[in-house]
C-alpha cells in the first residue's frame, strides 16, 4: 500500500463510450502525475499537475482530458478512445515535482 | 537532454544467483538516481536512492552505487529469490523544482525456481 489508490483496476470500453479514471493521494503531496505504459514501450509520462495547475501535457490526444479539482484527487477522463490506447494507466503523487514518486497500482483499460 | 539507459531485458536467471543490471546516465548537472521495482499485476515502488556520488543506495538485499566518474548506477544483489520476479527501472531526477523524474524503459527480470 503506498497511499495511493486508482478505481476502477480494469476497465473495458468501446469506442463510442465516455468513462474516466480517477486517483486519489492519501500522502499529502502537491503533484500528481498520470502515465501510460503499454506493452514493449517506455513508460510514458502523459500529464503533471503541481499545486492544481497542469504544467505538462506530453502532446497527449485530446480524448484524454485530465481533472485536478484538489491535490488529492486525479481524474482522467476518457472518450472516443482507439484501441491503441489499451494500456495500464498509472498515477502517481509526490511532494514537489522533482522529489521521488508514490504510484497507485494501476487501471487496465481495454479498448475494444 | 538527460536520459538514462538500461540493459535490455529480458534477463532470466536461476534462483540464488548473482544479479546486475547496468543502468547508465546522460545528464549536464548532477542528478539524484532512483531504482524502482514494477510486480506483476501493480504499480511501480521505489525500491532505493542515492542522491550524491559514493552513496550507495540499498534495500531488501538490493543495491546500486552511484558512480560519477562513470555516469552509472547498476543495480546488484548477490542472491536473487524467484520473488525478485519484476521488471526493474532507473531513474533521474535533478531536485529543482518542475523538474520531473526521467525513466529508463525498464528490465524485466524472471528468476527460475
Known amino acids: 500500500e503506498t497511499g495511493v489508490t486508482q478505481t476502477p483496476r480494469h476497465l473495458v470500453m468501446g469506442m463510442t463510450n465516455k468513462k474516466s479514471l480517477k486517483c486519489e493521494q492519501h500522502l499529502g503531496h502537491n503533484a500528481m502525475y498520470w502515465y501510460k505504459q503499454s506493452a514493449k514501450k517506455p513508460l510514458e509520462l502523459m500529464f503533471v499537475?503541481?499545486?492544481?495547475?497542469?504544467?505538462e501535457n506530453n502532446s497527449v490526444p485530446s480524448r484524454f482530458s485530465p481533472e485536478c479539482p484538489n491535490s488529492s484527487h486525479l481524474f482522467l477522463h476518457l472518450h472516443t478512445l482507439q484501441p491503441e490506447d489499451s494500456a495500464l494507466y498509472l498515477c502517481a503523487s509526490s511532494q514537489e515535482t522533482s522529489n521521488e514518486q508514490f504510484f497507485g497500482p494501476g487501471t487496465r483499460l481495454t479498448v475494444l | 537532454g538527460d536520459s538514462v539507459t538500461q540493459m535490455e531485458g529480458p534477463v532470466t536467471l536461476s534462483e540464488e544467483a548473482f544479479l546486475t543490471i547496468n543502468c547508465t546516465y546522460t545528464a549536464t548537472g548532477y542528478p539524484s538516481l532512483f531504482w524502482y521495482v514494477q510486480y506483476p499485476g501493480e504499480g511501480l515502488q521505489l525500491l532505493l536512492k542515492a542522491t550524491k556520488a559514493d552513496d550507495k543506495g540499498s534495500n531488501k538485499g538490493f543495491e546500486a552505487t552511484y558512480r560519477k566518474e562513470t555516469t552509472s548506477f547498476h543495480l546488484e544483489k548477490g542472491s536473487v529469490q524467484v520473488s525478485d520476479s519484476a521488471v526493474y527501472f532507473c531513474?533521474?531526477?535533478?531536485?529543482?523544482?518542475?523538474?520531473?523524474?526521467?525513466f529508463g524503459k525498464g528490465t524485466r527480470l524472471h528468476i527460475l525456481p
Open positions: 531513474a533521474l531526477t535533478f531536485g529543482n523544482r518542475d523538474d520531473k523524474i526521467i
Open positions: 499537475y503541481s499545486l492544481e495547475e497542469r504544467v
